[in-house]
């Protein structure tokens, strides 16, 4: 059947469907995130935000879990970005200062890829404007026009939506209330670029950096992607997270494997489960 026509319970990104569909009509990754027509889109960027949270401290492990994770949906860019994002998470979480966490970021992306390059652009351009009374908000019209896309519908491409959110965490000196709506005022990138940015500035800052009225307004999940999730309490699960602890070595071996430094061939293979719950 088409991918587009799938009947499945979730809303869901074009990458995110059609490498369900891909799954479902017997592709594996790398193959499903290869052939995907959304290959260069964010969806990764945003998971790879959580799964950051399974190696506090260490950035490599980090990216090499959100690019196993990001190979299901993603390719070129968009798995350059999610293991960009990672990193940076990783590195936060270990108290890391914004320049430290926003280099983490850089140091993932290949040289030559048009994510790296905007990246470069817009951390070089967040530090020039360091000084800029206005802060991350002076950084807003500069970033619309040198690094935002106006041509493609969707303003969802990782190449754009991490650049602006690691020189808007740059700009805000890792402030959570400034550079979540200093994002917000990008409309094109509107959709993801917040988040981006609210996941490294509050890694930075930690929980007690969120305003208390932002908290109580979003801590009840809707249900808009995950029905089943509907009334699910964000901050509970949250504490989940901060509550889980990597698996033994032996479980690391799939995204080992899949990154090249494993013992187990490459081929299909179910999910890992790379953390418990305590």
Do not use: K
């Amino acid at each position: 059947p088409e991918v587009e026509a799938a009947v499945l319970p979730l809303r869901a990104r074009i990458s995110v469907r059609a490498g369900l569909g891909n799954l479902a009509a017997g592709l594996r990754p790398p193959a499903t995130g290869h052939d995907n027509p959304h290959y260069f889109d964010d969806a990764a960027c945003v998971r790879a935000a959580v799964l950051a949270v399974v190696h506090p401290g260490d950035p490599e492990e980090a990216a090499a879990l959100a690019e196993f994770d990001a190979r299901y949906t993603q390719d070129g860019d968009g798995v350059h970005g999610a293991r960009a994002v990672a990193a940076a998470i990783a590195v936060a979480l270990a108290g890391a200062d914004v320049d430290t966490v926003v280099n983490a970021a850089l140091d993932r992306l290949p040289e030559g890829t048009e994510i790296a390059r905007n990246a470069a652009h817009a951390v070089r351009l967040a530090r020039e404007f360091a000084d800029e009374p206005a802060g991350a908000f002076a950084l807003v019209p500069v970033l619309e026009h040198q690094i935002v896309d106006h041509v493609y519908s969707y303003g969802i491409a990782a190449a754009e939506t991490v650049p602006v959110a690691l020189a808007l965490t740059t700009a805000a000196r890792g402030e959570i209330a400034q550079a979540i709506p200093a994002a917000a005022c990008l409309s094109r990138v509107a959709d993801s670029a917040p988040a981006l940015a609210g996941a490294l500035a509050g890694a930075i800052g930690s929980v007690t950096a969120v305003p208390a009225g932002w908290r109580e307004a979003c801590r009840t999940l809707a249900g808009c992607a995950l029905p089943r999730l509907a009334g699910t309490d964000l901050i509970e699960l949250a504490g989940l997270l901060a509550a889980t602890e990597p698996a033994t070595p032996g479980g690391q071996f799939r995204h080992d494997a899949h990154n090249g430094h494993g013992s187990r061939p490459l081929g299909p293979a179910p999910l890992p489960h790379h953390a418990r719950t305590r």
